[in-house]
């Protein structure tokens, strides 16, 4: 019977209808009803369909329309189920409830609907009464079995509210069962968070060709050019022979081809839509997966410096040397994570051979973290605010006293203030030459650099003259600045240690 078969039910077009957008609408007018039948992405994913999917994507592919079918004939058809729509802001979803999942009941053919008695409808969920399952729109799902997850433009959730991220990741995807079936899609919001760091994840498995078990994330890629509808009118779209380049490498590089329609419709969405910003258009438009996790260097405070590091071959092996002792360069601030920069000087150069960094740990736990290396140490650079008392685990006191505590034979400095943020980072630009990095044992601390930027003002659209401090870049910053401003080369001339001590006016 077709009924029983759920491809049939969702695929078919005669169950379910959706609301669309006319041509000549935009997305704040009501659209009209029609069948909903899978567009060609929808019907791949399908075919590809996992336990576990994660989904990195072109927008407006209906993947978000495609997840509330999925739960809302799970629900509808199955006994005892819990379906779930996570979304990225409680205004959208409540508009999936209302615009999807509301829409795919109210629309049901009639002696269907009379057969599906609702027990429950409210502002976040709809619970069938003929068989207790039930589909719930919302910004978390914490709590109780999950039998079928959606969540939509998780990139987004874990760039704007991290924490929210965090909720899904340690309350909502634990309550799916392996026997559930979670589908993760988004557009990418750079190299960084939680849907990046699962998604990257899946997408190395399915590089390397490895089985999945029922817990391992499918990855999905749908790239703008294998939508249909994304062609227009060569006739009327100029496109410039680096264009044309831009295309012809793509098409090496995918195996695609790529019609003069569709480059037409790439450059004047790129021209129209995105002002000519091709990286936003990389983005919410990629090509590549290369692309999407991709992101515009506006605001960064070092890509030049880690460019001209690599030019130069100055980021990559980089060995520990026995004979030489390890200095550490420290971030401690007050309430937030803590980033240290181990580093040997050699002749000329500063090796930095590792990178640690942890949230919420107390001091111990990277004392032992350094003494664990067997390393020699010599100076362990702290920033000036380590001197100042402050509420601890059950007294007043300074994080230097804590440390001499737990390390008294390790020897503690206090890395003057400079007079200002911007003048730190002069003085780490200019001392970027200077430093070498290990590929390996510097990983985490390197992205965190790529990726220190200023803060955004979204009301203006430019970049504040300050460090955005809340996105867990800029401790390693923060660490790496203790050495361009405190520490001095034994092989420095006298002239230079002079100037130092000059502009401290302290010791250590």
Same mark, same amino acid.
């Given at each position: 019977?077709?009924?029983?078969?759920?491809?049939?039910?969702?695929?078919?077009?005669? @169950?379910?209808?959706?609301?669309?957008?006319?041509?000549?609408?935009?997305?704040?007018?009501?659209?009209?009803?029609?069948?909903?039948?899978?567009?060609?992405? #929808?019907?791949? $994913?399908?075919?590809?369909?996992?336990?576990?999917?994660?989904?990195?994507?072109?927008?407006? &592919?209906?993947?978000?329309?495609?997840?509330?079918?999925?739960?809302?004939?799970?629900?509808?058809?199955?006994?005892?189920?819990?379906?779930?729509?996570?979304? =990225?802001?409680?205004?959208?979803?409540?508009?999936?409830?209302?615009?999807?999942?509301?829409?795919?009941? %109210?629309? @049901?053919?009639?002696?269907? *609907?009379?057969?599906?008695?609702?027990?429950? *409808?409210?502002?976040?969920?709809?619970? $069938?009464?003929?068989?207790?399952?039930?589909?719930?729109?919302?910004?978390?799902?914490?709590? !109780?079995?999950?039998?079928?997850?959606?969540?939509?433009?998780?990139?987004?959730?874990?760039?704007?509210?991290?924490?929210?991220?965090?909720?899904?990741?340690?309350?909502?995807?634990?309550?799916?069962?392996?026997?559930?079936?979670?589908?993760?899609?988004?557009?990418?919001?750079?190299?960084?968070? &939680?849907?990046?760091?699962?998604?990257?994840?899946?997408?190395?498995?399915?590089?390397?060709?490895?089985?999945?078990?029922?817990? =391992?994330? +499918?990855?999905?890629?749908?790239?703008?050019?294998?939508?249909?509808?994304?062609?227009?009118?060569?006739?009327?779209?100029?496109?410039?022979?680096?264009?044309?380049?831009?295309?012809?490498?793509?098409?090496?590089?995918?195996?695609?081809?790529?019609?003069?329609? #569709?480059?037409?419709?790439?450059?004047?969405?790129?021209?129209?839509? $995105?002002?000519?910003?091709?990286?936003?258009?990389?983005?919410?438009?990629?090509?590549?997966?290369?692309?999407?996790?991709?992101?515009?260097?506006?605001?960064?405070?070092?890509?030049?410096?880690?460019?001209?590091?690599?030019?130069?071959? *100055?980021?990559?092996?980089?060995?520990?040397?026995?004979? &030489?002792?390890?200095?550490?360069?420290?971030?401690? /601030?007050?309430?937030?994570?803590?980033?240290?920069?181990?580093?040997?000087?050699?002749?000329?150069?500063?090796?930095?051979?590792?990178?640690?960094?942890?949230? !919420?740990?107390?001091?111990?736990?990277?004392? *032992?973290?350094?003494?664990?290396?067997?390393?020699?140490?010599?100076?362990?650079?702290?920033?000036? =605010?380590?001197?100042?008392?402050?509420? @601890?685990?059950?007294?007043?006191?300074?994080?230097? /006293?804590?440390? #001499? =505590?737990?390390?008294?034979?390790?020897?503690?400095?206090?890395?003057?203030?400079?007079?200002?943020?911007?003048?730190?980072?002069?003085?780490?630009? #200019?001392?970027?030459?200077?430093?070498?990095?290990? %590929?390996?044992?510097?990983?985490?601390?390197?992205?965190?650099?790529? @990726?220190?930027?200023?803060?955004?003002?979204?009301?203006?659209?430019?970049?504040?003259?300050?460090?955005?401090?809340?996105?867990?870049?800029?401790?390693?910053?923060?660490?790496?600045?203790?050495?361009?401003? /405190? $520490?001095?080369?034994?092989?420095?001339?006298?002239?230079?240690?002079?100037?130092?001590? +000059?502009?401290? !006016?302290?010791?250590?």
């Amino acid at each position: 019977m077709a009924l029983a078969d759920p491809m049939w039910r969702i695929c078919s077009g005669v @169950l379910y209808k959706i609301m669309v957008k006319g041509d000549d609408q935009d997305d704040s007018e009501i659209g009209q009803l029609e069948p909903f039948l899978p567009n060609v992405n #929808q019907l791949r $994913f399908l075919a590809d369909l996992h336990f576990r999917n994660t989904i990195l994507k072109a927008r407006q &592919l209906g993947f978000t329309t495609l997840g509330a079918v999925m739960g809302f004939d799970r629900a509808a058809w199955t006994p005892n189920q819990r379906c779930g729509i996570i979304a =990225d802001e409680k205004d959208k979803a409540s508009a999936i409830l209302r615009d999807k999942v509301f829409i795919l009941y %109210e629309n @049901l053919p009639e002696p269907l *609907r009379a057969k599906m008695p609702l027990a429950k *409808r409210s502002e976040t969920e709809l619970q $069938f009464a003929h068989n207790n399952s039930s589909i719930r729109v919302a910004i978390s799902m914490r709590g !109780g079995t999950i039998h079928f997850l959606h969540i939509s433009e998780l990139g987004k959730i874990a760039a704007k509210y991290p924490a929210k991220a965090r909720e899904v990741q340690t309350g909502s995807l634990p309550a799916v069962p392996k026997s559930g079936i979670v589908t993760i899609e988004s557009t990418a919001e750079g190299a960084e968070g &939680l849907f990046f760091d699962m998604t990257s994840r899946a997408e190395a498995q399915h590089i390397a060709r490895q089985p999945l078990n029922r817990g =391992d994330y +499918r990855f999905h890629f749908f790239p703008w050019y294998l939508e249909p509808g994304y062609v227009a009118e060569p006739r009327h779209v100029r496109i410039s022979l680096k264009q044309h380049e831009y295309f012809d490498k793509i098409e090496a590089e995918t195996g695609a081809t790529l019609t003069m329609p #569709q480059r037409a419709w790439y450059v004047n969405k790129l021209e129209a839509d $995105f002002s000519g910003d091709h990286q936003l258009m990389k983005q919410e438009m990629p090509s590549t997966p290369a692309e999407a996790w991709s992101r515009s260097t506006a605001g960064t405070y070092l890509t030049a410096q880690l460019n001209a590091a690599r030019a130069a071959g *100055r980021i990559g092996k980089v060995p520990h040397i026995a004979s &030489l002792p390890v200095h550490t360069f420290w971030d401690i /601030g007050a309430g937030d994570g803590t980033g240290i920069w181990l580093m040997q000087q050699v002749g000329l150069a500063s090796h930095f051979i590792r990178y640690v960094e942890d949230w !919420g740990k107390g001091y111990a736990h990277y004392v *032992r973290i350094l003494r664990e290396t067997g390393f020699i140490f010599g100076g362990m650079y702290l920033p000036h =605010d380590a001197n100042a008392e402050r509420q @601890l685990a059950d007294k007043i006191g300074a994080p230097i /006293g804590m440390l #001499q =505590d737990l390390a008294p034979d390790w020897n503690w400095q206090i890395v003057p203030r400079v007079h200002d943020f911007q003048a730190g980072i002069d003085m780490l630009r #200019q001392r970027f030459p200077e430093a070498w990095f290990d %590929e390996e044992g510097c990983k985490e601390g390197i992205t965190h650099l790529s @990726l220190y930027r200023k803060k955004y003002n979204t009301a203006t659209k430019t970049f504040r003259d300050e460090p955005e401090k809340y996105d867990g870049h800029s401790e390693a910053a923060d660490a790496l600045r203790q050495w361009a401003q /405190g $520490f001095t080369p034994s092989h420095a001339t006298g002239e230079r240690r002079k100037q130092q001590r +000059r502009r401290s !006016g302290m010791t250590a």
